[in-house]
């Protein structure tokens, strides 16, 4: 539909043109048509002119700017590509970040005075693109210096908050959010709330006169129209990539906004500009006739195409039994070279086994073969000349620039996957070679715009009308199951394991039916680090670099490094080292090639090999876990989800951000097991808001790489533990010496692309996304630039993804209305993740953890199933068994903020064997207060809100249908000894349960006291200086420890069993205040 309407075309009438000819003045031919030769008089704007719906302008002088259909509104032009899109030619540079969303290129640093090539004076916005009103709120506080111009987040740079979903924009009416910072309720929990744009709802949105000295609000997310300064001044000391990735908040006036900010202009009639220059600019520019001509042909047939818009049908016709449809039958041969992408209707067969390994060498599995290489340009990875079939393949956008990340992609609606009672899994080689994949996604890319680690595309496509059944998801490094915007999905008929983070996930569906399909266990073995994965991400990258870069090839660095320091290295000489160790970790885990057996000495002639041995000793463990485990901070089950990834935070959406209408019946959820540890990483403290310093990916650098073990030690004692050890005389002689670069080739290389993009002004776009605060880090490895005072300070808590441990999960609901969950079993949901580290000292929260859902160390945590401010959600024949973690909370079920749960039936919900801390002795070190590592807690059903924010739950007292039974832990719900359940009552565990408690529950091992100070496998310290914080780990003789395991679980844990039953069925408790 289009959003204006043509008036009579009174062109020459009304803004005076002239039409003149070499031949005569008529400027027409005999049959009045326009003659070729002859030329036209056209105003360059609407200054002088009255308004109209269908001018004709040509702002620049010269034939390589087109003429323009324009309005025209109280003197001002309505720049509008929704009305002609060859506005696109009055700008500077122009790129599409969303599917309404334009702005300059990453690399075109102006504001929107500079971004229009016309000469322009006075600028207003016009949200409707039919008014310029100099007088509209929105335009006041800038006056005719008023531009859209898009959040740092949305053009790629840095700020906070950060993957907060609820503070972003809405997909739809681009209406943006602010985020509620201030500690308003107790402990913070983030709300979000819709910001008045011109077109959404002035009573029900947020309205600001001056936002920018609004301390409580002005926290923005993704916004792709914010309204700032149009003549925002900047510099060329501004106008770097540094100061676009130095962490803050949201900018501020009295901050420079460029170039951390990007002009923005919408195109489907929403969001326009009204400009224009001052009176003694006015000019008018001879045109030839004919294309005046044709631009008022343009115009007529957009009147008639206005006119003939038909009305969108809501309705889908869905598939139907007996519709002809398309038949595809699918073998191993369709998936030799990528993935399958359907983008037809139709009926989609797999007959036969399928094993994801797309562009694998040619045989590199067979016995007695080596090739040169297992990590080329092409191997297991989309290449340029495949452009075309996946977007962003060999480039540095798009959806397939991070590689292959989906095995099927239904991109389309009305679509059976009839699985066949066959097989799709990835190939152990493939698992290692992409660790980002689904088997089976329901969109064209796996992040929206301004998610994710880069930009995949601006207007992703869903599936919708689909149907996936009859068969087994195998081997996944990501997801079996994964979707965005999907409407109408069925999944039936499933065995779904060996998944490495997520069973199902969906974010903004609106009809979901789960039927009949089991999930787990889960993928437990990871011999790879995810450093392995980041370096498969990013070497494309760095060779593009120096394939098209003279300065990539021609510069090279002195690393600040002990005994590294005499060699100046080249990009290219790094992307060997990177490729060789690539290769030989590769080989170590997927070819059984035992590098740590060779003898050295054997190739004394041999340089290249004592060169690989080098490089692997110095690499080694960087990239091989030799704890084995998968390190994700979250490990779920099924994950359904408002719209968004939410990687980061938890919720902080509104009722415009929800899915809708859920359905599973008969699903078992079992068997999870998650054995993780922290990545340690560093920051600059509070003048980078504490955030860690990332590479391009928005991983954190890990601070054993960056300084190696003993200065990490010594920076926990100095910095972080400053209060305490700041005046030792170890630490003030360690501060004088200064910390030194440790580095590896992993390290090395994003260190050195870094200094190509900020000193040597490469193209923004080969960093792709993060690099927050990185300026710093280059400093310091490449000129030996202190960090800030009593900095680097470690954080934890989060994986090498940034991602902050929310443990795991077998079901998980997060801004779901409507949700009828009938016949689930979830059960063996287990974490043996040992306790926090204390290296970056006691924390409530890190940066990117989310308050109350995160506190402390939250990696341990498990939830068997969990719904936040999710309505509308009927339980019924639910069962949720065996929840245990060895150190951590459990929760049988937590319902938080205006979660709405109706228990219905005899057999409604039935919960038992929650275990808290299962293998944590006793102990007064762990209380409501001892972060990062609080007292476990166990509660069945535990309940959180406040009084906006109600959780209500219904459920039928008098027929006991929640049954609870064996709850224990080291206190109860919200820290309340006295109390296992905020709904029901807990019956006692039978003599075979307390047997089985005693038997599984263990000496709190030494590995945890390892874990306790470090994520290494072997740490030695002296701990003396740590007394201070009160960190002490309980040690006794085993009889005496197996004796206060007796006693606490028979006598301690027992009242537990004996709560009063709740009297009421419908329960809405407040805040704990005990």
């Known amino acids: 539909m289009l959003y204006f309407s043509l008036s009579s075309l009174l062109i020459a009438i009304s803004f005076g043109i002239t039409l003149k000819s070499k031949h005569g003045n008529s400027g027409q031919s005999a049959n009045g048509a326009a003659s070729s030769s002859s030329t036209s008089f056209v105003p360059n704007s609407c200054v002088n002119h009255e308004d109209d719906d269908a001018a004709i302008l040509k702002p620049v002088d010269g034939d390589s700017y087109p003429l323009i259909a324009a309005k025209c509104r109280n003197q001002y032009m309505i720049v509008d590509l929704h009305t002609d899109l060859d506005w696109e030619q009055y700008f500077t540079s122009f790129r599409e970040y969303h599917y309404n969303l334009m702005g300059p290129v990453k690399d075109d640093h102006v504001n929107w005075q500079e971004w229009m090539v016309p000469d322009l004076d006075d600028f207003i916005i016009s949200p409707d693109c039919n008014t310029c009103d100099e007088d509209f709120e929105l335009n006041i506080k800038y006056g005719t210096a008023t531009g859209y111009y898009m959040t740092p987040v949305t053009a790629g740079c840095t700020q906070l908050p950060i993957g907060r979903i609820g503070c972003d924009m809405d997909w739809h009416s681009y209406a943006c959010r602010v985020c509620e910072t201030a500690q308003t309720r107790e402990p913070g929990y983030w709300m979000s709330y819709e910001v008045y744009n011109g077109l959404n709802d002035p009573e029900t949105t947020m309205h600001f006169t001056n936002e920018i000295d609004d301390e409580n609000f002005a926290k923005y997310g993704l916004c792709?129209?914010?309204?700032?300064?149009?003549?925002?001044?900047?510099?060329?000391?501004?106008d770097t990539f540094e100061h676009c990735k130095t962490v803050t908040h949201e900018d501020v006036e009295g901050e420079q906004i460029m170039p951390r900010r990007k002009p923005s202009i919408g195109k489907d009639g929403r969001f326009c500009m009204c400009v224009k220059p001052s009176a003694d600019k006015y000019a008018q520019y001879e045109v030839k006739t004919s294309a005046l001509v044709e631009k008022q042909q343009f115009i007529e047939q957009a009147m008639l195409d206005s006119s003939n818009v038909d009305v969108e049908d809501d309705q889908f016709s869905g598939i139907t039994a007996g519709e002809k449809i398309n038949i595809v039958r699918l073998y191993q041969k369709d998936f030799a070279d990528g993935t399958y992408r359907i983008t037809e209707p139709g009926k989609y067969i797999i007959m036969e086994d399928i094993v994801f390994d797309f562009k694998a060498p040619k045989g590199y599995a067979d016995e007695g073969v080596v090739l040169e290489t297992y990590n080329g340009p092409g191997d297991w990875w989309p290449t340029y000349d495949q452009i075309d079939?996946?977007?962003?393949?060999?480039?540095?956008?798009?959806?397939?620039?991070?590689?292959?990340?989906?095995?099927?992609?239904?991109?389309?609606?009305?679509?059976?996957?009839?699985?066949?009672?066959?097989?799709?899994?990835?190939?152990?080689?493939?698992?290692?070679?992409?660790?980002?994949?689904?088997?089976?996604?329901?969109?064209?890319?796996?992040f929206l715009p301004g998610q994710g680690p880069g930009f995949f595309g601006a207007d992703p496509q869903s599936g919708e009308n689909v149907m996936i059944r009859n068969g087994e998801l195998g081997l996944s490094s990501h997801h079996a199951i994964q979707g965005n915007?999907?409407?109408?999905?069925?999944?039936?008929?499933?065995?779904?394991?060996?998944?490495?983070?997520?069973?199902?996930?969906?974010?903004?569906?609106?009809?979901?039916?789960?039927?009949?399909?089991?999930?787990?266990?889960?993928?437990?073995?990871?011999?790879?680090?995810?450093?392995?994965?980041?370096?498969?991400?990013?070497?494309?990258?760095?060779?593009m670099m120096v394939d098209n870069e003279d300065v990539a090839r021609d510069v090279c660095v002195n690393w600040r490094s002990p005994g590294r320091d005499d060699k100046c290295v080249y990009m290219a000489e790094m992307i060997e080292d990177v490729q060789t160790v690539l290769d030989m970790a590769f080989e170590y885990v997927v070819l059984d090639v035992n590098y740590d057996e060779i003898d050295v000495g054997a190739y004394?002639?041999?340089?290249?090999?004592?060169?690989?041995?080098?490089?692997w000793k110095e690499n080694r463990d960087v990239l091989i876990n030799d704890h084995h485990s998968t390190q994700t901070a979250t490990l779920y089950g099924i994950f359904l989800n408002y719209i968004g990834s939410n990687v980061i935070g938890w919720y902080a959406g509104s009722e415009t951000?929800?899915?809708?209408?859920?359905?599973?019946?008969?699903?078992?959820?079992?068997?999870?097991?998650?054995?993780?540890?922290?990545?340690?990483?560093?920051?600059?403290?509070?003048?980078?808001?504490?955030?860690?310093?990332?590479?391009?990916?928005n991983a954190p650098f890990n601070a054993y790489h960056i300084f190696g073990e003993e200065e990490v030690n010594m920076i926990s004692?100095?910095?972080?533990?400053?209060?305490?050890?700041?005046?030792?005389?170890?630490?003030?002689?360690?501060?004088?010496?200064?910390l030194s670069y440790l580095g590896n080739a992993i390290t090395d290389i994003q260190i050195m692309s870094f200094e190509l993009i900020n000193r040597y002004d490469l193209s923004w776009n080969y960093c792709s996304a993060g690099a927050a605060d990185m300026a710093a880090l280059a400093d310091f490895a490449i000129r030996g630039t202190p960090f800030d005072e009593i900095t680097p300070l470690l954080v934890g808590t989060h994986d090498p993804m940034i991602h902050p441990g929310k443990g795991v999960m077998g079901l998980r609901l997060n801004g779901i209305d409507q949700a009828d969950i009938q016949d689930l079993k979830i059960e063996n949901i287990h974490s043996s993740t040992g306790i926090g580290t204390l290296l970056g000292g006691p924390y409530e929260t890190v940066v990117s953890q989310q308050a109350p859902y995160m506190n402390g160390f939250s990696m341990n945590m498990v939830n068997g199933a969990t719904f936040t401010f999710s309505t509308n959600v009927v339980l019924s024949n639910v069962e949720i068994s065996h929840i245990i973690s060895n150190t951590g909370l459990s929760f049988g079920v937590a319902a938080w903020y205006e979660t709405h749960i109706s228990v219905f039936g005899k057999k409604g919900l039935k919960i038992h064997h929650v275990h808290a801390g299962q293998e944590l002795a006793p102990s007064d070190e762990f209380r409501r207060d001892s972060y990062p590592n609080l007292k476990p807690e166990a509660c069945a059903f535990r309940l959180y809100d406040d009084v906006i924010y109600n959780a209500v739950i219904k459920y039928d007292a008098d027929e006991h249908n929640v049954d609870i039974s064996c709850i224990s832990g080291h206190t109860g719900c919200l820290m309340n000894n006295d109390e296992y359940t905020n709904i029901g009552y807990v019956e006692q565990c039978d003599d075979a349960d307390l047997q089985e408690m005693t038997a599984k529950t263990t000496l709190y091992s030494q590995k945890y006291l390892k874990r306790l100070f470090s994520n290494k496998n072997v740490l030695k310290l002296d701990n003396s200086y740590y007394n201070n914080a009160g960190v002490y780990v309980m040690s006794a003789a085993t009889l005496l420890l197996l004796a206060a395991i007796l006693y606490y679980y028979k006598f301690a844990a027992s009242p537990t069993t004996e709560m009063k039953k709740t009297t009421s069925n419908e329960d809405t408790p407040l805040l704990s205040t005990n």
């Open 717 to 738: 004692k100095c910095n972080n533990y400053f209060e305490e050890n700041g005046g030792r005389a170890d630490c003030k002689e360690w501060r004088k010496a200064g």
């Open 224 to 238: 792709g129209f914010s309204v700032r300064d149009a003549k925002a001044e900047h510099s060329d000391k501004t």
């Open 604 to 615: 004394l002639e041999d340089e290249a090999m004592q060169r690989k041995m080098a490089l």
């Open 657 to 697: 951000t929800k899915s809708h209408n859920l359905f599973i019946d008969n699903v078992k959820i079992h068997d999870l097991h998650h054995d993780t540890y922290e990545n340690i990483a560093f920051s600059q403290g509070e003048s980078t808001a504490s955030q860690r310093i990332l590479n391009c990916l």
């Open 485 to 543: 915007f999907n409407k109408n999905v069925l999944l039936e008929n499933l065995k779904i394991h060996d998944f490495k983070t997520h069973g199902i996930q969906f974010n903004g569906f609106d009809g979901l039916t789960i039927r009949n399909v089991d999930v787990g266990p889960n993928r437990k073995v990871d011999r790879l680090t995810p450093y392995y994965a980041h370096m498969k991400a990013l070497l494309p990258t760095y060779r």
């Open 389 to 446: 079939e996946y977007p962003g393949a060999g480039d540095l956008k798009g959806s397939y620039f991070l590689g292959f990340w989906a095995g099927i992609t239904i991109e389309c609606a009305d679509v059976i996957l009839e699985l066949n009672h066959r097989k799709l899994e990835m190939s152990e080689a493939f698992y290692y070679q992409q660790s980002f994949f689904a088997l089976i996604s329901l969109t064209s890319q796996v």
